[in-house]
């Protein structure tokens, strides 16, 4: 007996099935009426220990898959002069001003490149950050922040993505609650039985890079699908792919 393909093959029959054995799960949370579909998902949670410190979000209904550019790379603004000359930030209303001219400089549209926080350091020193956006949805993982040293705009640090158009027909998303179901039991499928407190869900755009290497170059241009951003247990982040692709 070739015990290797033999080993394989009840691996991928073990995987088969808890695929089915999760989708027969969800869907007998959620098969029913709303009121009854609701009971039934709140009862779940507390059976598998889950906290909801958030309300759970409509879906958009249905999006198309998302082709992008991906920028990446460092602008040290002092050895740059191809910006102009930069001016100094006395107060937040300079800030603002400053940083929203230095984008739309490095050719960033309103719309697509939105900022997201600012962290104050101490005295003229602050962090700005930067996220991508498509029609009101964030694009994962994207991030770009403008370091501001002693009063002036001094690096930023760039990992954007810009929205080149969309991919094909619009497709079906699966709602938040069955994300969270998908979420739960992928954990406890892997024995992870902690107490789990859901701060946010939110929908956005997502770069699944799981699978590249920490050293590896992100590509010029990649494809994002639609998915849920759960933030759990004191910010951290587990994406659930929500494409659902139509007959």
Known sequence: ???????????????????LLCYMYITNVLDGRDEERMDRFNKYLKSQDVHLKSELPESSGQKP?????CLNGE?????????????EIKNEKDLKKET???IKKMGFREDVCRQVKVAHIGGKDYDVFYKSYYLDTPLEKSEMILEIRDGYI??????????????????????????????IEERRNKG???????????????LNDEGRQVDEVRPDQDTLVPAWEITYNGGQKKYIEAYVAQK
């Open 65 to 69: 898959v998302l082709f992008v550019l």
């Open 1 to 19: 007996m070739n015990w290797s393909k033999t080993k394989n093959i009840i691996i991928a029959v073990l995987l088969v099935t808890d695929i």
């Open 75 to 87: 602008v040290d603004f002092e050895k740059n002069n191809q910006y102009g000359k930069l001016n």
């Open 154 to 183: 001094n690096r930023a640090k760039v990992m954007m993505l810009e929205p080149i158009k969309e991919g094909g027909k619009s497709n079906k998303i699966i709602n938040a609650s069955t994300a969270t179901i998908g979420f």
């Open 192 to 206: 992870i039985k902690e107490k789990i407190v859901i701060e946010d869900i939110k929908e956005v755009y997502w």
């Open 100 to 102: 929203d001219r230095m």
